[in-house]
């Protein structure tokens, strides 16, 4: 079993819906969780990060985090053609600053 | 403020040669982390240094090693070459503290291309 596991995808939603990324995780000691956004050909970029069960918004995103469930998702309101990229999914077990990332899920949002 | 920033940005080698990638992280950070993203398998750790220590590392073997300077910037080396070293090697820096440990900020990488 992989330590973080994404979709692949590509997931496609139209312009101004909602997409909705997913993430789950093996270590249960699991401490922090992060969201990094990579467009082709560049690095990763940092978007959300989330320590708590429960929803944290900025802006247009939502982290949402489910210790009990191993579970954490980005949501993406009012997607927009910008933001298609793939989408890495992150994770700190706290064992000594170690990310673990998921291989990520490329979202595209079509006109 | 300057980025993270790398060099090379592209280097070609043949199988059984040594890299090196060099990284200078932001001002004021500590860290630095090196990853590797080959294609279709996500980005991998490799190295954690802080405060010129390693303090992590991946699932690579010894002839991936590097250090860091006393000016926090860092240096990955890669020794004996293989084909599927091929990868980009991104470099990340962050305060270094536990509670933003994952709040990485990334280089632009190094694309190494082994023949």
């Known amino acids: 079993q992989k330590e973080v596991e994404q979709n692949s995808g590509p997931l496609s939603v139209p312009e101004g819906a909602i997409a909705s990324l997913n993430c789950t995780y093996s270590?249960?000691?699991?401490?922090?969780f992060f969201w990094y956004r990579q467009y082709s050909g560049k690095s990763p970029e940092l978007i959300m990060f989330?320590?708590?069960?429960g929803d944290k918004e900025d802006g247009r995103f939502t982290a949402q985090l489910n210790k009990a469930s191993q579970y954490v998702s980005l949501l993406i309101r009012d997607s927009q053609p910008s933001d298609s990229a793939t989408y890495l999914c992150a994770v700190n077990a706290g064992g000594g600053n170690k990310l673990t990332f998921g291989t990520g899920t490329q979202l595209k949002v079509e006109l | 403020e300057a980025g993270v920033t790398q060099s090379p940005t592209h280097l070609i080698k043949t199988r059984g040669q040594q890299a090196t990638l060099r990284c200078s992280p932001i001002?004021?950070?500590?860290?630095v982390y090196w990853y590797q993203q080959a294609l279709g398998l996500g980005l991998q750790f490799l190295l954690w240094?802080?405060?010129?220590?390693?303090?992590n590392r991946g699932n690579f073997p010894p002839r991936f090693s590097g250090r860091q300077f006393p000016n926090y910037s860092s240096e990955l080396n890669v020794n004996a070459l293989e084909l599927e070293d091929s990868a980009l090697y991104l470099c990340a820096s962050s305060l270094g503290t536990v509670l933003r440990a994952g709040e990485l900020f990334f280089g632009e990488g190094s694309r190494l291309t082994v023949l």
């Open positions: 989330i320590y708590s069960n």
């Open positions: 240094y802080d405060e010129g220590e390693e303090r």
């Open positions: 001002s004021g950070h500590t860290s």
């Open positions: 270590d249960r000691g699991s401490q922090s």
